[in-house]
C-alpha cells in the first residue's frame, strides 16, 4: 500500500511537470495559438496539481486492477501496454475527436498526439518498474 501510494504521487507530480512542459514550451505556445479565442487567460496552478496527483492515484489503481490482464512478461512491459491503452483513450481519441469537430491544423494534432504518447509512455514504464499488485 505504501508503494501504491509513493509511486502514485510521484507519476502525479511527473504527469504535471511533463503537462507542464508540453504546454508551455514556444513551440506549443505558437500551435496552440489556435485555442487562444476560447482559452482562459489565466491558470489555477494549485488546481492543477491537485488534480494532476489525483490522476497519478486514479491511473495506479487502474494499473494495479488490470495488472494481471496486461499482456506481458513482465511489470514493464505492462507498464508499456497500459501507457499505450490510456494514451488510445486519452489522447488519441480526442486529437480524433478534435480534427474532426474542429478546424484545427494538423501540426498542433500530431504534437499533441506525439507529446502525449511521450507522457503516457513515462507514466506507464514508472507504473510498470515500481507498481505490483498487493500481496496478502
Request: aromatic share 16%; charged share 5%; proline share 4%.
Amino acid at each position: 500500500m505504501i508503494r501504491y501510494v509513493i509511486v502514485s504521487l510521484i507519476n502525479g507530480i511527473v504527469f504535471g511537470v511533463i503537462d507542464g512542459l508540453i504546454n508551455v514550451n514556444p513551440f506549443a505556445q505558437k500551435i496552440y495559438q489556435i485555442y487562444k479565442p476560447i482559452a482562459k487567460t489565466s491558470i489555477n496552478a494549485p488546481a492543477g496539481i491537485v488534480i494532476d496527483i489525483l490522476y497519478g492515484f486514479i491511473m495506479g489503481f487502474i494499473f494495479l486492477i488490470l495488472y494481471s490482464a496486461l499482456p506481458g512478461s513482465n511489470g514493464l512491459i505492462k507498464g508499456i501496454v497500459f501507457a499505450l491503452i490510456i494514451w488510445f483513450f486519452r489522447v488519441f481519441m480526442s486529437a480524433v475527436s478534435s480534427w474532426m469537430m474542429f478546424n484545427v491544423p494538423i501540426t498542433t494534432l500530431l504534437y499533441t498526439a506525439a507529446t502525449g504518447l511521450v507522457e503516457m509512455l513515462i507514466i506507464g514504464i514508472i507504473f510498470g518498474a515500481f507498481l505490483k499488485p498487493f500481496s496478502m
